[in-house]
T-cell receptor
Framework: AQSVTQLDSQVPVFEEAPVELRCNYS??????LFWYVQYPNQGLQLLLK??????LVESINGFEAEFNKSQTSFHLRKPSVHISDTAEYFC???????????FGTGTRLTVIP | EPEVTQTPSHQVTQMGQEVILRCVPI?????FYWYRQILGQKVEFLVS????????KSEIFDDQFSVERPDGSNFTLKIRSTKLEDSAMYFC??????????FGPGTRLTVL
């Protein structure tokens, strides 16, 4: 069975500062990895995903995540955050070819002006 | 851009009552899901549905829960007799045969 650990429940950061949201997973099989973002009072939106190929994946709004198989991690980074990045970020994993997603407990990113 | 929609956005019900949460998946999608998120906790998988039958379900999805695709567009989650602990945000998701699930905005269920 898979599991996902997001150690940081809350991350406050000043505007234009860099941020890293940590995600570690455990699985005995190959996995796909995802980051979803949930803005206040909205649903989950896919931010980026790793399925195969390059271990560094990027989103259109400046976030990136790197799949590290040896460390079983998929940390999310952004070099300079904006106020609009304030949201809850969920890391998720699924077995390759499987149906359901396993989510972490989420990290609330708060960008301080 | 097509999106998953859910109705209602907020449902308040009395304990023991039946509720039906509705979802309209993206039109060409083949796989459908329900997840729930109890306040302050992680998003949890409930059930997946493909080819008009349940393909996988979690331990949470007991006999009080059922899903249905009554027509070509809707996908519903029914809770037969709601309990206080069913209070949560319920998310519907859908996908094609790729691996990216697209989520709806959720229905907040409050059981009193």
């Amino acid at each position: 069975a898979q599991s996902v650990t997001q150690l940081d429940s809350q991350v406050p950061v000043f505007e234009e500062a860099p941020v890293e949201l940590r995600c570690n997973y455990s699985s005995s099989v190959s996995v796909y990895l995802f980051w979803y973002v949930q803005y206040p009072n909205q649903g989950l939106q896919l931010l980026l995903k790793y399925l195969s190929g390059s271990t560094l994946v990027e989103s259109i709004n400046g976030f990136e995540a790197e799949f590290n198989k040896s460390q079983t991690s998929f940390h999310l980074r952004k070099p300079s955050v904006h106020i609009s990045d304030t949201a809850e970020y969920f890391c998720a994993v699924s077995e390759t070819g499987a149906n359901n997603l396993f989510f972490g407990t989420g990290t609330r990113l708060t960008v301080i002006p | 851009e097509p999106e998953v929609t859910q109705t209602p956005s907020h449902q308040v019900t009395q304990m023991g009552q039946e509720v039906i949460l509705r979802c309209v998946p993206i039109s060409n999608h083949l796989y459908f899901y329900w997840y729930r998120q109890i306040l302050g906790q992680k998003v949890e998988f409930l059930v997946s549905f493909y080819n008009n039958e349940i393909s996988e379900k979690s331990e949470i999805f007991d006999d009080q829960f059922s899903v249905e695709r009554p027509d070509g567009s809707n996908f519903t989650l029914k809770i037969r007799s709601t309990k206080l602990e069913d209070s949560a945000m319920y998310f519907c998701a859908s996908k094609t045969d790729t691996d990216t699930q697209y989520f709806g905005p959720g229905t907040r269920l409050t059981v009193l």
